[in-house]
């Protein structure tokens, strides 16, 4: 419409309008872009992490089963009553933690008899 108007001054500030539009959008994609790099090294670091605790949790399982400290079914056994504490036994655990403490730790009263609760028993009376 200014073009009309002005002529050629018309269509010189038609084309700022417009270069000021894709710098806009240029910037605006570009922070995009590094929040998605940003929340990929996230993801990233969290699997790295993940792997790591999974190998940790497997060498310690094995370690204890291995050395007879604990029976391979009741290590099942509480790994599931455990799993139920969330209120479903879907072998994970969801933690609410904005209402309760990240680790919940049964006490000796409550945990099941066992080379679990003797192994604990045991260290406390050496």
């Known amino acids: 419409m200014r073009t009309l108007l002005l002529g050629d001054i018309g269509n010189?500030?038609?084309?700022?309008?417009?270069?000021?539009?894709?710098?806009?959008?240029?910037?605006?994609?570009?922070?995009?872009?590094e929040n998605l790099q940003r929340r990929d090294r996230s993801i990233d670091r969290l699997e790295d992490e993940l792997a790591r605790q999974k190998l940790a949790t497997q060498a310690?399982?094995?370690?204890l089963v291995?050395?007879?400290?604990?029976?391979?079914a009741e290590l099942e056994?509480?790994?599931e009553a455990v799993d139920a504490e969330d209120g479903v036994v879907d072998g994970k655990m969801v933690?609410?933690?904005?209402?309760?403490?990240?680790?919940?730790?049964?006490?000796?009263?409550?945990?099941?008899?066992?080379?679990l609760r003797d192994a604990s028993s045991q260290k406390s009376e050496s």
């Open 12 to 33: 010189r500030l038609d084309i700022a309008d417009t270069e000021r539009s894709v710098s806009a959008l240029q910037r605006s994609q570009q922070k995009t872009a």
């Open 66 to 72: 291995q050395k007879g400290l604990i029976d391979e």
């Open 95 to 115: 933690l609410d933690t904005a209402n309760k403490p990240r680790l919940i730790f049964t006490s000796q009263e409550k945990m099941p008899q066992g080379s």
């Open 60 to 63: 310690l399982t094995r370690f």
């Open 77 to 79: 056994q509480f790994i």
